[in-house]
């Protein structure tokens, strides 16, 4: 089983918190959780995991996208 499939699965606050201690950079932790997701999902999304992640919901969907 892949590691994002388990990462996709699990509670938000859980995820990011397992991927920080794993040192994972924001810019991969959002795009992981937001892979595959249309731009409204996404910006649901945002508006919960960005203060989980200390950073706006816009800088959340910016870094979705390959910049």
Known sequence: MSED???RYTD???L???AKSRGWPTERIVRV????????TA???A???A???D???SEFLRLRKNE
């Open 51 to 53: 203060p989980l992640l």
């Open 12 to 14: 938000l606050a859980a």
């Open 33 to 40: 959780i937001s892979a595959g997701l249309t731009y409204a």
């Open 55 to 57: 950073i706006t919901v």
């Open 47 to 49: 508006h919960k995991a």
């Open 16 to 18: 990011i918190q397992m």
């Open 5 to 7: 499939y388990i990462l």
């Open 43 to 45: 910006r649901e999304l």
